[in-house]
C-alpha cells in the first residue's frame, strides 16, 4: 500500500469523524464543557486539512512536506487515541468508537513512525545515512 494512500485514506477519516462530531452523530462520550463537540469537529477538520495539503506537497517530491507530513500522522494517531478514551470513560454501554479510535490510533503512529524514519532518511545526506567514512573523519578529528 502506498504511503500516500495511507495518509489519504486518514484524512477521509478525520474528515467523516469530523462530521459526525459537528452533527453529534457520535456514541455518548465524556465532556469537558458545552462546546466539546465543535472543539472536537474543528481539531479533526484542521487536522485533516493539514495532512491533505502536506501530503499533496509531498507528491511533488517535497521531502521537508513529506517529513512533516508523516508527523501529522502520527499526531492524528495520538488524538484518535485520546478519542478512544474519551469514549472508554463512558463504558456501561459497549459502543463502536471505543475499540475503532484506538485501534485507528494505533495504526497511523505506527504507520507514521515507519514512514517518517524513510523519510528522514532521505533527508539526510548519503555519507551519514551510510554511516560513512565522513562521520569516522570527523570522529577522529576531535
Not at 477519516?13 to 469530523?18: A, I, P, R
Not at 495520538?78 to 478519542?83: E, G, P, S, T, Y
Request: hydrophobic share 50%.
Amino acid at each position: 500500500m502506498s504511503a500516500v494512500l495511507v495518509k489519504f485514506v486518514s484524512c477521509v477519516l478525520l474528515l467523516v469523524f469530523g462530521i459526525m462530531f459537528g452533527f453529534d452523530l457520535v456514541p455518548p462520550y465524556y465532556r469537558v464543557g458545552t462546546a466539546d463537540a465543535n472543539s472536537w469537529a474543528i481539531a479533526l477538520m484542521t487536522l485533516s486539512l493539514a495532512q491533505s495539503a502536506m501530503t499533496l506537497l509531498a507528491m511533488n517530491n517535497c521531502i521537508r512536506c513529506r517529513v512533516w507530513s508523516d508527523f501529522l500522522l502520527q499526531i492524528t494517531g495520538l488524538v484518535f487515541i485520546i478519542l478512544g478514551g474519551a469514549f472508554v470513560t463512558k463504558y456501561p454501554p459497549f459502543t463502536w468508537a471505543m475499540w475503532l479510535f484506538p485501534l485507528l490510533g494505533l495504526l497511523c503512529l505506527t504507520t507514521g513512525r515507519e514512514f517518517s524514519r524513510y523519510s528522514r532518511n532521505k533527508l539526510q545526506p548519503p555519507s551519514i545515512r551510510s554511516g560513512g567514512a565522513d562521520r569516522m573523519e570527523l570522529h577522529d578529528r576531535t
